[in-house]
């Protein structure tokens, strides 16, 4: 698509103002748990992790380098990848429609759907994945057209990148082969041309496959049990999935993804059949899972990402009420947008004591200070947490110390993998968070324990957290 002409200044002047805002609020704010938890991927440089592909440790890796590790160098990769998921859009509806009006529409509804401002202000594996679905698209229906070596390398290509970005990436596969299926092209599902392509996305993917390989296949199994976990359906999960998936993109935007997917599986243009094939598998896979264990909203958003704007372009077809419930959901959503950049930027919103939305991306730089004070001998004394979430924040606040942090709790994961010293013989300071605590002195082998004094967080005066720091004298391991 080509964008210097100036029938794209809209595009242009939408795109901006929102990336200039984003890169106004990105220092504002703390880091949250998965968000933290990623830029020590960077950190910890690795053929891949536990609990994801490499991509986004290898893209915060680079960020930090060029960046610094700080929190300009950890979301400005979100902020671009929030203008390249854009553009793919706007190209996806005007090819489809060729209507630029309806394209700019999809890429402003985007930006004001609620999950998709975080995901374009923190860098996750799904904000890597998204900006590869619209080229995904394009390159398959290239393939229809021109059965190439070349259409099939870059897909092989798109697709790799896809599995270095997340692991639910192979369900790309089945809307590709089902698309050429419905189209009767028997022939470019058994073509030699797609071997070098395959060749390509498994030189990609190599890796995940040798750091599998080197940990017993970890990361697979745990994938298998974090998305569906459980042999027992329980209608609870989905209905909590999808009530959280309607508060996460804005309730009023919520229906228009549907609404799209509707109209795009009645369409005769095959791009938007195609997304229409792309939306199934994906909501069909993550409503299965959610039947069994609650889904997070994150996960579905390849979905939303396609069918939000769709769904507003036909809406914006209609007249009468539908329009107006059109520009409502657009108005609506935001000025929602909008508050939440403000309150992430002045915190300015009243809260009650230890109820505020800042709880989790706030005050933790203070909590690793005043645990380190408290330290006299770093080599024979360390900090403890009990939480995975805690493990992430502490780990990357508590940089700037010469202590190490460990993290005693009763499952693997990757701060295993991480922590290369071992906890047993020394002092630890446990900490303990108003919302993750842990009884040191009844789950902890210690030859004594004290309280080390407390902490409370505070923002205007109000009490975001409460921390108790606990010394476990002579650690022995876990009850």
């Not at 991509?55 to 979301?75: D, T």
């Not at 080599?379 to 924040?393: D, E, F, P």
């Not at 110390?401 to 009763?410: G, K, M, P, T």
Request: hydrophobic share 50%; charged share 15%.
């Amino acid at each position: 698509m080509r964008c210097p002409g100036k029938e794209h200044l809209p595009l242009l002047t939408l795109l901006a103002s929102f990336a200039i805002l984003r890169l106004l609020v990105i220092p504002t704010f703390g880091l949250g748990v998965d968000e933290a938890h990623y830029v020590l991927y960077g950190r910890f440089l690795d053929l891949s992790y536990f609990d994801h592909p490499p991509l986004v440790g290898w893209v915060q890796a680079a960020l930090a380098w060029v960046f610094g590790e700080n929190l300009y160098g950890a979301r400005i990769g979100a902020v671009v990848a929030g203008v390249i998921d854009s553009v793919g859009i706007y190209a996806l509806i005007q090819r489809a429609t060729s209507n630029r009006r309806a394209a700019l529409v999809g890429v402003f509804v985007l930006n004001v759907s609620f999950l998709f401002n975080a995901l374009f202000l923190m860098l996750m594996p799904d904000t890597l994945l998204l900006g590869l679905l619209v080229p995904i698209l394009f390159v398959t229906l290239a393939i229809e057209r021109e059965n190439s070596v070349k259409n099939w390398l870059l897909l092989g290509l798109l697709l790799g990148l896809s599995g270095l970005s997340k692991y639910t990436a192979v369900l790309f596969l089945v809307p590709i082969a089902g698309y050429f299926f419905s189209r009767r092209r028997f022939d470019l599902l058994r073509t030699p041309k797609m071997l070098p392509g395959v060749l390509v996305a498994f030189i990609i993917i190599t890796p995940v496959l040798i750091w599998n390989i080197q940990h017993d296949w970890i990361s697979f199994s745990y994938q298998s049990g974090h998305v569906v976990g459980s042999n027992t359906l329980k209608w609870s999960n989905l209905g909590q999935s999808v009530a959280a998936q309607f508060g996460a993109y804005s309730p009023f935007l919520f229906p228009l993804a549907y609404y799209g997917l509707y109209r795009a599986l009645r369409s005769k243009n095959n791009l938007l059949f195609l997304s229409a094939l792309f939306g199934l598998v994906l909501i069909g896979f993550f409503t299965y899972a959610s039947c069994y264990k609650r889904a997070l909203p994150h996960w579905s958003s390849p979905f939303y990402l396609l069918f939000i704007p769709i769904g507003s372009y036909y809406l914006s077809l209609k007249q009468g009420f539908w329009k107006k419930y059109l520009l409502l959901a657009l108005a609506v959503s935001l000025v929602v947008t909008l508050t939440a950049y403000a309150e992430l930027a002045f915190k300015f919103i009243p809260m009650p004591d230890y109820k505020s939305v800042h709880r989790d991306i706030y005050g933790f730089d203070q909590v690793m200070a005043e645990a380190n004070r408290l330290l006299r001998d770093p080599q024979r004394q360390g900090i403890a947490v009990t939480n995975w979430s805690l493990a992430s924040r502490a780990l990357y606040y508590n940089s700037p110390y010469a202590s190490e942090v460990f993290l005693i709790d009763n499952r693997f994961d990757q701060f295993d993998l991480w922590q290369k010293g071992s906890p047993v013989g020394r002092d630890l300071l446990f900490i303990n968070t108003r919302f993750f605590k842990k009884n040191v002195a009844k789950t902890m082998s210690c030859r004594t324990v004290e309280p080390a004094g407390s902490l409370d967080i505070l923002l205007h005066g109000a009490k975001v957290n409460r921390i108790d720091y606990v010394w476990c004298r002579d650690f022995q391991g876990r009850k």
